[in-house]
């Protein structure tokens, strides 16, 4: 799995194929079961957050539990969202398979993420693909938001595609609806210009992290 990366050929996405019916299965089994646990309830920041995901994007939001990519499935039905996930979770074959085929999700060394793994995420978002990161890179077990990291903003630049922020609540216990914000489209190819730098990928880091602040404070205010 280790350099899967390097040696599949990048697919497009399809409406339906062979290879998704799990995950399907998987998906629309799981949306009513987190529908009826979670109940979530989405606001959007304008209208322009509205606007239905049309070819490859990516969803970044906040990372409060390990349940995030359900309630970002249920949030996002209409379309397939792909996951990273630590590399050091794969114990055997039957796992990597499981993560790979089910999940829709690919290893990643969290800690040094290599530049083949960017761009081979960025290939896969740019044939259609939308993929879901938590760009804090580790779960939250309080309400502030780390600072994140560019390997979400890298990815979107050599796709060309759009960042969809996302904030959710952590919820405060089961009687209470989970509450989740979907912000307005990150265009980093725009936002960068012709000339990318180190310095301007992080400055967008930068405004999309402070984005995310304000659709917090947006959740918090009902």
């Given amino acids: 799995m280790k350099n899967a990366n390097k040696k599949q050929k990048v697919p497009k996405a399809k409406l339906f194929s062979f290879k998704y019916i799990l995950y399907d299965l998987v998906k629309w ?30 969803i970044s939001s906040n990372h409060v539990g390990f349940s995030d990519p359900f309630i970002l499935l249920t ?8 996951f990273l996930f630590m ?13 790979k085929n089910v999940f829709l999700s690919y290893p990643i060394d969290r800690n040094k993420p290599s530049f083949s793994m960017m761009k081979f995420l960025s290939q896969y978002v740019a044939n ?24 979400v903003v890298l990815i979107a630049y050599l796709s060309g595609k759009p960042i969809i922020p996302v904030y959710h609540e952590r919820r405060k216990n089961i ?14 190819k725009e936002m960068v ?17 402070e984005y995310e602040l304000h659709l917090q404070e947006m959740c918090e205010s009902r």
């Fill in 128 to 151: 259609g693909h939308v993929l879901g990161l938590f760009p804090e890179g580790h779960i939250k077990r309080d309400d502030q938001i780390d600072d994140f990291k560019g390997g």
């Fill in 87 to 99: 590399s050091e979770l794969i114990k055997n074959k039957f796992q990597a398979w499981i993560y």
């Fill in 29 to 58: 089994f799981g949306f009513w079961q987190t529908m009826l646990w979670y109940r979530i309830k989405k606001k959007y920041d304008g209208p322009e957050a509205k606007q239905r995901i049309k070819g490859g994007a990516i």
């Fill in 175 to 188: 009687w209470h609806m989970t509450r989740l914000v979907i912000g307005k489209p990150f265009n980093v």
């Fill in 75 to 82: 949030a996002f039905l209409s379309r397939r969202l792909h």
């Fill in 193 to 209: 210009g012709p000339t990318p730098s180190q310095d301007k990928l992080n400055q967008v880091a930068k405004e999309l992290h």
